[in-house]
C-alpha cells in the first residue's frame, strides 16, 4: 500500500538533509567510535534512523532497483548460512554478534539506493567526499607539525587520542606521525580531485592531499597512493606514444626498477617483521583449520583462530576462514560488476559519440583502492568501505540516468 506522504522542510527535504549528515558523519568518523552517546555511538543511531526512513520511503512508493533487490538477497542468505555456521561452531556467542554487527551494515544499500536517485544527489554526495578528505588532509598537516614542533608533549597528545573508547581509531608511527581510520576517505577523495579538471588550485589540493597521506608514513596507504598514481601517468604516456618497442623498454624498466626500489623503501619505513610474521601466521593457522564444508561456506562467524579469535589484518583471510568461498565471491562479484556497469556505460557513450559525460575514473579507482587496502587491513566488509561501494553501486547503476541529466545542464563533479 502506497502511503501519500512527502516531508518538506523548505526546498530541501529531511531526507535529503539526513542523508548528507549520515555521509558525513561516515566520510569523517572514522570507524564511528569517536562519538558515543550512551550505548551507542553516532553512527549506529544514524544507522538506525537510515532503516526507519528506508521503510517510511517505500511505503511512499519509492522504488528499489533489480540490482539492489537481487543483491540484498544473495547477502541475506550468506549472512545467514555464516550465522547459523557460527552459532553451530562458536560457544561465544559475542562474538558472533560482533561479527554480525560489522558487516549488517549492508542492510542500508537500500537506503542508498533510494536517496541517490539523480544527478544532483549524485553530485552531492561526490562534493560532501571531496570536502571531508582535503579538510583531513588539511586537518593532519597541522597535528604533523603540532606533533614534530613538540608544540604540545608527545605524551600529552598520545593519551588523549588512546582512550579505550577510541580503541584503533588511531594508530601512532613513533612520535612523528599518526594515522587516523577515516584517513581511508582522503585516499579515496585524492583521486577525485586527481581525475578533476586541472586547474592551480586543484593542483594545489592534489599535492596537499598526497604529501599528507605521504606523511602517515603507512605502507599500504603510501605504495597504493603512489604506485596507483604513477602507473596510470605511465599508462597515459604509453597511450599516447602508441610505440610497441618503446612501451616494452618503459614497462620492463618500471618492473627492473619497482623490484628493487620497493624492499628497500620498504626497509626506511621501519622494522615491520612483527606484524607480517602475525600475518603469516593467521595465513598457517587458518589453512591448518580448513575442510571440504568450511572451504565452500567457511566456520561462521565468531570462529577466529588462536592468534586472531577475532577479526584479521587480512581481510580476504578473515572472509575465507568465516564465510569460505562463497563470502570471497559475493563480495569479488560486486568488484566485477562495478567494473562491467563501467565498461557498458563506456560502450554506451562511444555508440552515440558522447563526449560529455560521467568520468568513472575515480569510483575505479577509490573503489580498487578500498579492495587493495583490504588485503593489509579490514575495511571492505565494514561501515567505513561498505559506503563508497555503496555509492559506486548505486551511481553506477543509474549512469545511463544520470548521464542524460547531466548533458540536460545539471553540470557538478561527476
Known amino acids: 500500500m502506497r502511503i501519500p506522504l512527502k516531508i518538506k522542510l523548505g526546498s530541501t527535504s529531511i531526507a535529503g538533509m539526513f542523508f548528507a549528515v549520515f555521509l558525513l558523519e561516515l566520510f569523517l568518523g572514522g570507524a564511528g567510535r569517536l562519538t558515543t552517546f550512551g550505548p551507542l555511538t553516532l553512527r549506529m543511531y544514524l544507522f538506525i534512523l537510515g532503516l526507519f526512513g528506508l521503510g517510511l520511503l517505500l511505503m511512499t512508493g519509492k522504488k528499489l532497483t533489480k540490482t539492489t533487490v537481487s543483491l540484498m538477497l544473495i547477502f541475506g542468505c550468506v549472512f545467514a548460512v555464516a550465522i547459523v555456521r557460527g552459532l553451530f561452531n562458536s560457544e561465544e556467542y559475542s562474538r558472533i554478534f560482533d561479527d554480525a554487527k560489522m558487516v549488517s551494515f549492508f542492510f542500508i544499500l537500500p537506503f542508498f539506493d533510494i536517496m541517490i536517485n539523480d544527478y544532483r544527489t549524485a553530485n552531492k554526495a561526490v562534493r560532501l567526499l571531496k570536502f571531508s578528505a582535503l579538510f583531513m588532509a588539511v586537518a593532519y598537516l597541522i597535528f604533523f607539525m603540532v606533533l614534530n614542533l613538540r608544540l604540545i608533549p608527545f605524551l600529552t597528545i ?226 567505513m568501505g561498505m559506503t563508497f561501494l555503496f555509492i559506486t553501486l548505486v551511481i553506477f547503476e543509474k549512469l545511463k540516468k544520470f548521464h542524460g541529466q547531466k548533458n540536460l545542464g545539471m553540470h557538478g563533479d561527476l
Open 158 to 383: 598520545y593519551e588523549a587520542m588512546s582512550k579505550p573508547e577510541y580503541f584503533a581509531e588511531f594508530g601512532f608511527r613513533g612520535e612523528i606521525a599518526m594515522i587516523y581510520k577515516g584517513f581511508v576517505y582522503v585516499a579515496i577523495g585524492y583521486f577525485f580531485y586527481f581525475f578533476s579538471p586541472k586547474g592551480k588550485r586543484n593542483t594545489l589540493k592534489i599535492v596537499v592531499i598526497f604529501v599528507a597521506i605521504m606523511l602517515t608514513l603507512v605502507r599500504a596507504y603510501m605504495l597504493l597512493i603512489f604506485g596507483m598514481t604513477f602507473f596510470y601517468i605511465v599508462y597515459r604516456f604509453l597511450v599516447a606514444r602508441q610505440n610497441r618497442i618503446l612501451n616494452i623498454v618503459v614497462i620492463s624498466t618500471i618492473i627492473i626498477t619497482a623490484l628493487a626500489f620497493v624492499p628497500v623503501a620498504l626497509e626506511q619505513l621501519g622494522n615491520k617483521s612483527i606484524s607480517d610474521n602475525i600475518r603469516y601466521m593467521q595465513i598457517q593457522q587458518v589453512a591448518e583449520m580448513v575442510n571440504p564444508i568450511s572451504f565452500f561456506i567457511g566456520h561462521g562467524y565468531g570462529v577466529g583462530v588462536p592468534i586472531r579469535p577475532g577479526h584479521m589484518e587480512i581481510m580476504y583471510l578473515e572472509l575465507f576462514h568465516k564465510q569460505g568461498l562463497i563470502g570471497l565471491a559475493f563480495w569479488l562479484f560486486l568488484l566485477i560488476y562495478i567494473f562491467f556497469k563501467a565498461y557498458n556505460y563506456k560502450v554506451y557513450r562511444e555508440k552515440w559519440n558522447d563526449e560529455i559525460g560521467i568520468d568513472t575514473r575515480p569510483f575505479l579507482f577509490g573503489i580498487a583502492f578500498v579492495y587493495l587496502q583490504s588485503v593489509f587491513n579490514p575495511y571492505l566488509t565494514n561501515s
